[in-house]
């Protein structure tokens, strides 16, 4: 799913993110980085003679969106926040509720084996 795109000078850079945490930056349509993340994590980009790098930070508890920021030697160029699409919490939701109900069932298993 597409998020963001930034442009800078003549070339696109596109931010997407799957519902199983998997992140993609694009560079004029060819995929440059590819990162599993939770709670963001750092691109790098090469664009001709530039090093940039877009740095993505979840608030997934707080105000549920993506910041992402383009940044040139540290300094900040461009900055987007996008909301987090609902099917991906519904998703993580499921997740955390299924390995909760897994653990529950795990710990009374062994919770009666130790007390027979």
């Known amino acids: 799913m597409k998020y963001a795109e930034f442009n800078i000078d003549s070339n696109k850079i596109e931010f997407l993110n799957s519902i199983f945490g998997i992140e993609s930056v694009l560079l004029n349509g060819k995929r440059i980085s590819k990162k599993f993340s939770f709670s963001g994590i750092t691109h790098e980009i090469k664009l001709q003679a530039r090093d940039l790098i877009l740095e993505s930070k979840y608030k997934q508890f707080d105000k549920k969106e993506i910041k992402l920021e383009l940044k040139e ?37 062994l919770y009666e084996y130790l007390n027979v």
Not at 97 to 102: N, Q, R
């Open 73 to 109: 030697n540290g300094v900040l160029l461009k900055e987007q926040f996008v909301k987090i699409d609902k099917k991906q919490t519904f998703f993580w939701m499921l997740i955390g509720v299924t390995i909760g109900i897994a653990f529950y069932k795990l710990l009374n298993l």
